[in-house]
């Protein structure tokens, strides 16, 4: 099942968005009472936040263009990070944390549909996840445009970088969290779909490597192009993850714990 597939199900009324915001809000409640989770929510980005601040206001203003890019792009591909790694780690452990508390098989008696849980979960991790991310960009580039040296500043605020981090947060959060739900599904300890998630979720990085490290020239172009190539590996990383989430595949999962 694809994902237009899936937007021409709940046109047709076949997917409850009643049902998915109720599986949202199960997913909201769930997290806010984990406190693995909240701290990764909080912790996390600052951390990831206060390093790239660093690098860029002690970047040096007398080194090449060359240099000064490579520094800035690598400053830039340090804080997608957070859209990766986050999402990752909270939908890593949506389905084997449910599993350990014994909570899974209430779920699937009830009426929700297999494709409104997992939309439901993908969708509690994804929400934080892109709000963070979104927000701490915002902060780092208020921090560079009111307090960094001018070449830095010119060098960090250029169209094609900004934009090619607001189009990859989402796409790459997207990706985190189908390899985090697959990972999820198989898994039966939580430390271990963590780390399985957060390896599993890496991958795509090494497309916008290549823009950060100007092996590729940054472009609005580019940045577009590479944007459409994460989004189609994020729609056939949903055509593999929908069908484990079949209600008799997870049941059974679950029974061969």
């Known amino acids: 099942m694809s994902a237009i597939r899936a937007f021409q199900a ?13 599986v949202l809000r199960k997913e909201v409640t769930d997290y806010r009472r984990n406190r693995f989770v909240l701290g990764t929510m909080t912790v996390l980005p600052i951390l990831f936040l206060v390093n790239p601040i660093i690098n860029i206001f002690t970047a040096p ?10 520094r800035v792009g690598s400053t830039m591909l340090f804080m997608l ?4 790694i986050l999402p ?7 389905i084997v944390n449910e599993r350990e508390q014994g909570t899974l098989e209430p779920v699937l008696t009830t009426p929700v549909r297999s494709e409104e849980l997992l939309i439901g979960k993908a969708l509690a991790a994804l929400i934080p996840a892109v709000a963070i991310a979104y927000t701490m960009l915002g902060i780092f580039l208020l921090m560079v445009k009111l307090f960094a040296h001018q070449q830095v500043a010119d060098a960090t605020l250029e169209g094609p970088r900004i934009l ?3 189009l990859f947060i989402p796409l790459l959060a997207g990706w985190a969290i189908w390899a985090g ?3 999820s599904v198989r898994a039966n300890d939580v430390r271990v779909a963590q780390q399985l998630g957060t390896l599993a979720s890496l991958p795509p990085l090494a497309i916008t490597a290549l823009m950060a490290f100007n092996v590729i020239t940054p472009s609005f172009r580019v940045a577009v192009l590479f944007a459409v190539g994460l989004l189609l590996l994020d729609v056939m990383a949903y055509r593999l993850i929908a069908p484990m989430f079949d209600r008799e595949r997870l049941i059974t999962a679950r029974g061969a714990k």
């Not at 203003?61 to 490579?70: E, K």
């Not at 990070?81 to 990766?84: I, S």
């Not at 990752?88 to 949506?94: D, V």
């Open 81 to 84: 990070l957070v859209p990766v």
């Open 10 to 22: 709940v046109r047709s009324g076949r997917i409850d968005s009643h049902r998915v915001r109720a």
């Open 88 to 94: 990752a780690t909270i939908s890593a452990t949506s």
């Open 181 to 183: 739900l697959a990972v």
């Open 61 to 70: 203003t007398t080194v090449s263009h060359t240099a000064l890019d490579a």
């Open 164 to 166: 090619a981090q607001v």
